[in-house]
């Protein structure tokens, strides 16, 4: 096929050549044979032509002549510069393995669909960014059926993108939809696993969310396996991702309900130790050594984390209403009731729902059982007993 294309070209340029040839000098060799018709024909005694007019005729002549052959220079260049990009052509095509027209042919059909694929990605993203957005203003509204609701349909448009569905995943947790939640994060986590297995940050973040879903199902449901799973999952996050202090906090809480005190403790100091402004880390390091009866130490951690809870707090990163919660406890901690309630106060204003009131209170409850309970603790639980039970 390719034989024939190449000769089917060269043909077609020997045409153009005898054109240029043929057209352009035809008058000038007519012109020419006239002239010798005209000697030949003219007697002995006819007087010679006038001069002048000969050497115009031959000006002329010479003139046309190099019109020519400027034709004549000007094809030859054109007709190298189609060579050139024949042979260009050919080889790019060579090296796409390409051989005949109908690859050609395929090759373009290839493009066109994978020009569709990426329109359509493009639309998908675009619309589960609508849904995505809507979703958080009908969760910061406290309508968490119908933010799900758009969660989920943002979910099924972008079903591959890893940042997206551990997002998701982290809402549906958040919300109580702990099924949906424990599926997508799976779901994610073998994806991550499979197309970016040196990705050791996410994969630890997607991990830590597994832990915390099924640490919250646990409580949900009273299932200690639930427990023990989360303990997997979350070992597993922070030996991926050992400077997460997050999924070392969250560790811990998981032995504290355990009621392993000690290796709770470890765990939040751990996690102290790899964020020191973390607020929820000494907050809790702070609440283990009280339950201990080692109130000054307690006070100690309490009295710093009501300084980095502040300090959060002014400048409005993350989930606010966890940095309420720390500064209101270290605030009743160390006396300082009228603060701590007011800032309880704003903390349950601020609480999207259930599940985190039910973390909330299982520290508190904690600290109720200690050798000496804390002053005013007990109006503190009923009040988020009874935001909770509104919720």
């Not at 004549?72 to 260049?77: G, N, P």
């Not at 070392?248 to 709770?264: C, H, P, V």
């Not at 100690?300 to 002014?314: S, V």
Request: hydrophobic share 45%.
């Amino acid at each position: 096929m390719r034989s024939k294309l190449c000769a089917g070209g060269i043909a077609s340029l020997l045409v153009v050549v005898t054109l240029f040839f043929v057209f352009p000098g035809s008058h000038v060799l007519a012109a020419n044979s006239g002239v010798v018709s005209s000697v030949s024909a003219i007697p002995i005694d006819t007087p010679t032509p006038d001069t002048t007019a000969a050497v115009n005729a031959a000006n002329n002549a010479v003139s046309q002549a190099q019109n020519l052959l400027t034709v004549m220079s000007v094809f030859a260049t054109i007709l190298g510069v189609v060579l050139a990009l024949l042979s260009l052509f050919a080889a790019v095509l060579a090296f796409l393995g390409i051989r005949s027209y109908r690859e050609v042919l395929s090759l373009a059909s290839e493009l066109r669909t994978s020009m569709a694929g990426i329109r359509s990605e493009a639309d998908n993203t675009r619309s589960a960014l609508v849904y995505l957005s809507l979703g958080d203003r009908l969760l910061n509204q406290k309508d968490t059926q119908e933010a799900l609701k758009n969660y989920k349909e943002a979910g099924r448009l972008l079903p591959r993108d890893i940042q997206v569905q551990s997002m998701l995943g982290r809402v549906y947790s958040g919300a109580g939809d702990y099924e949906t939640a424990i599926s997508t994060l799976d779901t994610t986590a073998k994806l991550l696993e499979a197309v970016h297995p040196v990705d050791t940050v996410n994969l630890g973040n997607v991990e830590k969310e597994l832990g915390l879903a099924y640490r919250r199902r646990g409580m949900a449901n009273k299932q200690e396996a639930d427990y023990d799973t989360a303990i997997q999952h979350l070992k597993k996050a922070t030996a991926l991702n050992p400077a997460d202090s997050d999924a070392l906090a969250i560790l811990g809480g998981l032995y504290r309900r355990k009621g392993e005190y000690a290796q709770a403790y470890d765990s939040y100091k751990r996690a102290w130790i790899v964020n020191p402004a973390s607020s929820y880390a000494l907050g809790n390091v702070a609440s283990l050594a009280w339950y201990e009866g080692k109130k000054d130490e307690a006070r100690m951690y309490f009295g710093i984390a009501e300084m980095e809870a502040a300090d959060h707090i002014k400048k409005g990163q993350g989930e606010i209403y966890w940095d309420y919660y720390d500064l209101a406890l270290a605030q009743l901690a160390l006396g300082k009731d009228v603060e701590a309630r007011k800032n309880y106060a704003t903390a349950i204003k601020e609480t999207p729902g259930k599940v985190q009131f039910e973390s909330v209170l299982d520290n508190l409850n904690l600290l109720q059982k200690a050798p000496q309970p804390m002053p005013g603790l007990d109006d503190i639980v009923k009040m988020i007993k009874a935001a909770a039970n509104v919720r």
